[in-house]
């Protein structure tokens, strides 16, 4: 459910600023004309949820095929998953059109990096249209889910001072 989460993000990001759109490519797997953005670095062994997508849109396919996107479905799933497990809701608006194509080039270059310096970090989301404030509060995101501890390992066995020791041990457990 987290992941659904997640993947909305993924979207968001890709989309917001590149011309296509909400468009659910992440969702698109290998072809021989696509190369898929699952297999871009940042999202490679971490993004998932797919098969969610997937089953919603086999039972929405039943009653009304060829109309719900899978982006539409995938941004709704979204809102639902915040909601369960007692975040905000929102209204959705619907309309988005799925994507025939991916962009790896894109995955790999516009996605914020685990690595990444604050002023990065903001640029980044600025070159998306997003304020500081955007990313601050976007990145509450990150209070539920999972990371694979590679990525945070170093920082919370370094007794370094850019974090707090209490959360640091606590993590450690
Ligand atoms: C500030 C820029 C961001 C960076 C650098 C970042 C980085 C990361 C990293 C490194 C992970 C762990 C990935 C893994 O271990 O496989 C993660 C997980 C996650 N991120 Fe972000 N993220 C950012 C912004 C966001 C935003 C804006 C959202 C949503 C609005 C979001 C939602 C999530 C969620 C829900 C997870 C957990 C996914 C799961 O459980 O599978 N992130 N993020």
Excluded at 95 to 103: L, Q
Aim: glycine share 8%; proline share 3%; aromatic share 6%.
């Amino acid at each position: 459910m987290i992941a659904l989460f997640r993947l909305d993000r993924r979207f968001m990001f890709l989309d917001i600023s590149s011309m296509y759109g909400c468009d659910a490519s992440l969702l698109l797997d290998e072809t021989p004309t696509i190369v898929s953005e699952k297999t871009a670095l940042p999202n490679l062994g971490s993004v998932r949820g797919f098969g969610i997508i997937e089953d919603a849109k086999r039972e929405v396919e039943k009653t009304c095929p060829g109309v719900v996107s899978c982006a539409d479905i995938l941004a709704v799933a979204a809102r639902d998953a915040s909601t369960l497990v007692g975040g905000p809701s929102w209204t959705v608006k619907l309309g988005r059109r799925d994507s025939t194509t991916a962009s790896h080039t894109l995955a790999e270059i516009d996605l914020p990096g685990p690595f990444d310096s604050l002023s990065r970090l903001i640029s980044g989301f600025a070159n998306k249209g997003l304020t500081t404030r955007d990313m601050v509060s976007l990145s509450g995101a990150h209070s539920i889910g999972q990371a694979q501890c590679f990525l945070f390992r170093d920082r919370i066995y370094s007794n370094g001072t850019d974090i707090d020791v209490g959360f640091a041990s606590t993590r450690r457990r």
